[in-house]
């Protein structure tokens, strides 16, 4: 007889023998004993997961002589047909190779007439997604309600290229990925059907090559069986699959941590020019640095292991690393990988992968050193936020709304009252603030006044919009509003002037107090000001003349709003087309 892959020898031929996919067959199996089967299924997952095989397996649960059954007998007439492939009343059809509508027409007509010899007609069409738009569409109508003796079992690798009004009339089932485990499982029971001794590790390296895949795996299982004699060993294994072996996965990691990059290089020149791909190198780094994440968390999850066996020197190697390490490691070849895909000098990325974890801190020592060497302005901004938390803490304990820490308490002000025309400003605290204000206190507030505004929610920094500040003191500013209603929505919200004299803090280095004032007040308690303390004052020269003289420097008040003219005319004029639109000229 003619050699057949073990692919095709060892298909699962009932569920029973299928490999993962647990939530599939307990479905299925579930529907045939209640004989609740549907009309059309649609089987979605990636190759070699068992799809096809699981689509012939429910056809012969269908039409097995011992129905309802969960599972075919494979003794009866009919299972034996379909398991040979001849019986007339299960059609497998393949859509890649037959995707125009007129095939599927053909088999649109012949759904209609009943079985020969068969409970069910059953249609499996593999590569569903290869079907044109005519054909889908013909198919459609006959999908949606198809004669009662029709099942249709649509199969594919790409679920999302289907219409979705084919996939609304389907039970959709999710083909996942075999696990190495099971993988594993199944080379096991044929390697001892076939009575050929082997080595474990050689298995996990054809596992780990399948990636998920049952058929990958068997087939790349029968070409190191072919090249091997009595015994199926570990080298046989990487040398057919092209993986490497976890010594020189050692050997590259040591000379990591030791930063030897001129032996990493010649490593990875060795491999690639014995035919190793530089992609598949760099998935396998990933897996053998999982490997060691896994090793160095548990000692209990060596079964999860796919590259590393769990031996003395893999475990110390393990923990000669961080974890975070680990992880950089793992992010650096993951994006390297991505980039490769679309590059043809793959060797470059991955030499430079290599470099850049060459340069990563690969240890715990090394990452405490590397604590130390932080930028100066970082360390600068550190600082300022220490002494500001300073601040804040001393005046939690003393009560002070702010102020600098060296300056002795003061009381908390009292609540502000409100005049019958409206907010009243606290004209004793402003007052205070004058007697102490300076120059560089106002152009510091000025220079962070802006950036600050920035920080805040535009609906806050809208309030702020027709205001600006006009005296400061070393603990305290004032803030001139343009409109009532808005100094005192500011002046009333406690949150929002502690949230703004912290973010002033953070440039400024000074926790400062707003006290906030309508424009009309402020005019007329800065000219108070500036006549109680003497200020611009007037006196007669010895000529008989007068004579404008300064008598005090301080205080400084930063206010670039004239004075209220006490003549009629402007006044006048001022009340009737507003200040904004009134200009005084001296001529």
Same mark, same amino acid.
């Given at each position: 007889?003619?050699?057949?892959?073990? &692919?095709?020898?060892?298909?699962?031929?009932?569920?029973?023998?299928? *490999?993962?996919?647990?939530?599939?067959?307990?479905?299925?199996?579930?529907?045939?004993?209640?004989?609740?089967?549907?009309?059309? &299924?649609?089987?979605?997952?990636?190759?070699?997961?068992?799809?096809?095989?699981?689509?012939?397996?429910?056809?012969?649960?269908?039409?097995?002589? +011992?129905?309802?059954?969960?599972?075919?007998?494979?003794?009866?007439?009919?299972?034996?047909?379909?398991?040979?492939?001849? =019986?007339?009343? /299960?059609?497998?059809?393949?859509?890649?190779?037959? *995707?125009?509508?007129?095939?599927?027409?053909?088999?649109?007509?012949?759904?209609?007439?009943?079985?020969?010899?068969?409970?069910?007609?059953? &249609?499996?069409?593999?590569?569903?997604?290869?079907?044109?738009?005519?054909?889908?569409?013909?198919?459609?109508?006959?999908?949606?309600?198809?004669?009662?003796?029709?099942?249709?079992?649509?199969?594919?690798?790409?679920?999302?290229? @289907?219409?979705?009004?084919?996939?609304?009339?389907?039970?959709?089932?999710?083909?996942?990925?075999?696990?190495?485990?099971?993988?594993?499982?199944?080379?096991?029971?044929?390697?001892?059907?076939?009575? @050929?001794?082997?080595?474990?590790?050689?298995?996990?390296?054809?596992?780990?090559?399948?990636?998920?895949?049952?058929?990958?795996?068997?087939?790349? !299982?029968?070409?190191?069986?072919?090249?091997?004699?009595?015994?199926?060993?570990?080298?046989?294994?990487?040398?057919?699959?092209?993986?490497?072996?976890?010594?020189?996965?050692?050997?590259? /990691?040591?000379? !990591?941590?030791?930063?030897?990059?001129?032996?990493?290089?010649?490593?990875?020149?060795?491999?690639?020019?014995?035919? +190793?791909?530089?992609?598949?190198?760099?998935?396998?780094?990933?897996?053998?640095?999982?490997?060691?994440?896994?090793?160095?968390?548990?000692?209990?999850?060596?079964?999860?292991?796919?590259?590393?066996?769990?031996?003395?020197?893999?475990?110390?190697?393990? =923990?000669?690393?961080?974890?975070?390490?680990?992880?950089?490691?793992?992010?650096?070849?993951?994006?390297?990988?991505?980039?490769?895909?679309? *590059?043809?000098?793959?060797?470059?990325? #991955?030499?430079?992968?290599? !470099?850049?974890? /060459?340069?990563?801190?690969?240890?715990?020592?090394?990452?405490?050193?590397?604590?130390?060497?932080?930028?100066?302005?970082?360390?600068?901004?550190?600082?300022?936020?220490?002494?500001?938390?300073?601040?804040?803490?001393?005046?939690?304990?003393?009560?002070?709304?702010?102020?600098?820490?060296?300056?002795?308490?003061?009381?908390?002000?009292?609540?502000?009252?409100?005049?019958?025309?409206?907010?009243?400003?606290?004209?004793?605290?402003?007052?205070?603030?004058?007697?102490?204000?300076?120059?560089?206190?106002?152009?510091?507030?000025?220079?962070?006044?802006?950036?600050?505004?920035?920080?805040?929610? +535009?609906?806050?920094?809208?309030?702020?919009?027709?205001?600006?500040?006009?005296?400061?003191?070393?603990?305290?500013?004032?803030?001139?509003?343009?409109?009532?209603? =808005?100094?005192?929505?500011?002046?009333?919200?406690?949150?929002?002037?502690?949230?703004?004299?912290?973010?002033?803090?953070?440039?400024?280095?000074?926790?400062?107090?707003?006290?906030?004032?309508?424009?009309?007040?402020?005019?007329?308690?800065?000219?108070?000001?500036?006549?109680?303390?003497? !200020?611009?004052?007037?006196?007669? *020269?010895? %000529?008989?003349? #007068?004579?404008?003289?300064?008598?005090?420097?301080?205080?400084?008040?930063?206010?670039?709003?004239?004075? /209220?003219? %006490?003549?009629?005319?402007?006044?006048?004029?001022? +009340?009737?087309?507003?200040?904004?639109?009134?200009?005084?000229?001296?001529?």
């Amino acid at each position: 007889m003619t050699y057949q892959a073990f &692919y095709r020898v060892y298909r699962p031929q009932n569920f029973r023998e299928m *490999s993962g996919q647990t939530h599939v067959k307990r479905t299925l199996q579930n529907a045939l004993l209640a004989n609740k089967t549907t009309h059309a &299924y649609l089987f979605s997952g990636p190759r070699g997961t068992g799809k096809t095989s699981t689509a012939k397996i429910f056809a012969k649960a269908l039409n097995c002589e +011992k129905a309802p059954t969960n599972e075919p007998c494979n003794e009866c007439a009919t299972c034996l047909s379909i398991t040979e492939g001849s =019986h007339p009343d /299960v059609i497998e059809f393949d859509a890649a190779s037959n *995707s125009r509508v007129e095939e599927m027409r053909d088999i649109i007509e012949k759904v209609r007439f009943a079985p020969a010899n068969a409970r069910f007609k059953v &249609y499996i069409i593999d590569e569903v997604h290869m079907l044109s738009t005519s054909a889908f569409n013909a198919l459609l109508k006959t999908l949606e309600e198809p004669p009662p003796h029709a099942v249709f079992i649509l199969a594919t690798t790409e679920p999302h290229k @289907l219409p979705a009004t084919i996939i609304s009339r389907c039970q959709r089932f999710d083909f996942k990925r075999l696990s190495s485990i099971d993988i594993l499982e199944r080379m096991k029971v044929i390697l001892e059907d076939i009575h @050929l001794s082997y080595e474990e590790q050689a298995l996990k390296v054809i596992a780990q090559a399948a990636a998920g895949g049952m058929r990958d795996a068997l087939s790349l !299982l029968d070409q190191v069986v072919s090249f091997s004699g009595d015994t199926l060993t570990l080298d046989n294994a990487l040398l057919v699959s092209g993986s490497i072996s976890q010594e020189i996965f050692y050997d590259v /990691v040591q000379a !990591l941590k030791q930063k030897e990059i001129a032996h990493i290089l010649t490593l990875v020149e060795e491999l690639i020019a014995d035919g +190793k791909d530089p992609v598949r190198l760099a998935e396998d780094l990933i897996t053998f640095f999982r490997d060691l994440l896994l090793l160095q968390t548990s000692s209990e999850l060596e079964e999860l292991l796919e590259l590393v066996t769990p031996e003395e020197k893999f475990v110390s190697l393990a =923990h000669e690393f961080s974890a975070d390490s680990l992880y950089t490691y793992i992010d650096i070849l993951a994006k390297t990988q991505q980039e490769m895909r679309f *590059s043809h000098h793959t060797k470059i990325y #991955l030499e430079t992968a290599l !470099l850049k974890m /060459v340069q990563t801190p690969n240890s715990g020592a090394a990452s405490m050193q590397a604590v130390g060497q932080i930028d100066p302005a970082l360390n600068e901004k550190v600082a300022n936020l220490e002494r500001l938390v300073q601040q804040l803490s001393q005046q939690l304990a003393t009560g002070v709304q702010g102020g600098n820490t060296g300056m002795p308490a003061k009381e908390a002000p009292r609540p502000r009252a409100k005049s019958q025309n409206g907010y009243q400003a606290p004209a004793g605290r402003i007052r205070e603030v004058l007697k102490n204000a300076t120059k560089q206190d106002i152009q510091k507030i000025k220079n962070a006044w802006a950036g600050s505004l920035s920080q805040l929610q +535009k609906s806050q920094a809208a309030l702020f919009a027709e205001a600006e500040p006009v005296a400061a003191s070393d603990s305290a500013f004032v803030v001139k509003f343009k409109y009532d209603i =808005h100094c005192r929505m500011v002046a009333d919200n406690r949150e929002f002037t502690n949230l703004f004299s912290q973010i002033l803090a953070q440039m400024t280095g000074t926790m400062y107090e707003i006290l906030c004032i309508p424009e009309n007040q402020w005019v007329t308690l800065r000219q108070n000001f500036i006549k109680e303390n003497g !200020l611009n004052q007037k006196k007669e *020269s010895s %000529e008989g003349t #007068l004579v404008q003289e300064t008598v005090h420097e301080q205080p400084f008040i930063d206010d670039t709003q004239e004075i /209220v003219s %006490e003549d009629p005319l402007i006044a006048e004029a001022e +009340k009737m087309f507003g200040k904004d639109f009134v200009e005084v000229v001296d001529e």
